[in-house]
């Protein structure tokens, strides 16, 4: 049986206001690569830093 691959480790998240006006988050690894995204956009900046600060509490939550 293969060893299990350790889940990527979450170093920042950025939250940011896409062109429809909501709110998404992406969380990125400590190499900068993308590891999640919110996939649903939040009425109000607070909603998707609360969800991302939820999922992520050890990450640097960035606005943007």
């Given at each position: 049986m293969p060893p299990k691959?350790?889940?990527a480790v979450v170093a920042s998240v950025l939250a940011y206001?896409?062109?429809q006006?909501?709110?998404r988050w992406t969380a990125l690894a400590g190499n900068n690569e993308k590891v999640a995204t919110s996939?649903?956009?939040y009425q109000n900046r607070s909603h998707?830093?609360?969800m991302a600060k939820d999922l992520?509490?050890?990450a640097r939550i960035t606005v943007s």
């Open positions: 691959k350790k889940p206001q896409d062109n006006g909501q709110y996939g649903e956009g998707a830093k609360k992520y509490p050890d």
